[in-house]
T-cell receptor, first 119, second 116 residues
Framework: NAGVTQTPKFRVLKTGQSMTLLCAQD?????MYWYRQDPGMGLRLIHY???????AKGEVPDGYNVSRLKKQNFLLGLESAAPSQTSVYFC??????????????????FGQGTRLTVV | AQKVTQAQTEISVVEKEDVTLDCVYE???????LFWYKQPPSGELVFLIR??????QNEISGRYSWNFQKSTSSFNFTITASQVVDSAVYFC?????????????FGQGTTLQVKP
């Protein structure tokens, strides 16, 4: 199993450009998440999804959009990139609420990260 | 509001020393989960442990041990006989709430450097 795969791994954008980050998981997880990691601030949640066709805002959603058209994929879009969006982006997935009594409850599996630089 | 604080920004030890990474959390939820993740220099996030709020038993896994104390809202992580390969950023995280969406609140991270 590949686990959680993020595409691309690196990207440089000019201010104002748009792009989409793709996250794919092969563990049949219900929940998926997008986090960003900035120095000294840990990881912060951007958006998340608790199932196919549903999305919700996290702690820092401004400037981002997401879509979950298929259960295994979670896309993060930047419509007009800004230098403040320079960061490392991590996708994660986990089992849903019905599994919380089980061994793997809420253990999140993370992708390798995408390093995005906006100049 | 939920919050996780890792007051130690950086720790440097010499190999074979024991080291404890502190984690203090805040939550109003009665059911919650606490986690530790390791981020080595290669950048990926590696799951280390999950602890439920209703299970205060300490846990030991090889050289790693975790001390969960609800009375002080702490979930500290100790590495015994540290090794150079333990050098990484370590994150403590919290998840909880009635909706159980699994959203993680991370601490700022502690950078551990183990010198040979």
């Amino acid at each position: 199993n590949a686990g959680v795969t993020q595409t691309p791994k690196f990207r440089v954008l000019k201010t104002g450009q748009s792009m989409t980050l793709l996250c794919a998981q092969d563990m049949n997880h219900e929940y998926m998440y997008w986090y960003r990691q900035d120095p000294g601030m840990g990881l912060r949640l951007i958006h998340y999804s608790v199932g196919e066709g549903t999305t919700a805002k996290g702690e820092v959603p401004d400037g981002y959009n997401v879509s979950r058209l298929k259960k295994q994929n979670f896309l993060l879009g930047l419509e007009s990139a800004a230098p403040s969006q320079t960061s490392v982006y991590f996708c994660a997935s986990s089992y849903g609420f019905r599994a919380f009594l089980g061994k793997g409850a809420h253990e999140a599996f993370f992708g390798q990260g995408t390093r995005l630089t906006v100049v | 509001a939920q919050k996780v604080t890792q007051a130690q920004t950086e720790i440097s030890v010499v190999e074979k020393e024991d080291v404890t990474l502190d984690c203090v959390y805040e939550t109003r939820d009665t059911t919650y989960y606490l986690f530790w993740y390791k981020q080595p220099p290669s950048g990926e996030l590696v799951f280390l442990i999950r602890r439920n709020s209703f299970d205060e038993q300490n846990e030991i896994s090889g050289r790693y041990s975790w001390n969960f104390q609800k009375s002080t809202s702490s979930f500290n992580f100790t590495i015994t006989a540290s090794q150079v390969v333990d050098s990484a950023v370590y994150f403590c995280a919290l998840s909880g709430g009635s909706s159980n969406t699994g959203k993680l609140i991370f601490g700022q991270g502690t950078t551990l450097q183990v010198k040979p």
